[in-house]
């Protein structure tokens, strides 16, 4: 009894998805209930709903879903911090960094030229 116990604390454990692996859980209720309010406050023509605001934020979390393991652990920490600074909690604004980080890692990565663009520089 004690050691199929033990084995399916084993089993249990292996299975454990580390905390840095998944897309981190946030509340983003209280941010879109914010909006909203601040939005109908100010009068806006096109004052942004709840309902809304919840949409764009579960698609933002899907979409994280699929580029999430792709980031690096590093912007991955750094953008975690950005979406949840202030006290409010996005998944846009967790995938827009990551999506800004790679484009900026893509666009320093650009090589030099070379060939004919090069020598036609030179003259």
Known sequence: M??????????????????????????VEALCKATSETDKSMGLALAQSFTDCMRD?????????????????????ACEGEAITGGTQSYVDLLTCIQMAETATALASTPPLRGASKNRNKQ
Do not use: Y
């Open 2 to 27: 004690n050691s199929a116990l033990l084995s399916l604390a084993l089993l249990a454990g292996s299975m454990v998805i580390p905390a840095s692996d998944r897309v981190p859980e946030l509340k």
């Open 57 to 77: 934020e579960t698609t933002a979390q899907q979409q994280l879903g699929t580029v999430w393991l792709s980031a690096k652990p590093a912007v991955r920490d």
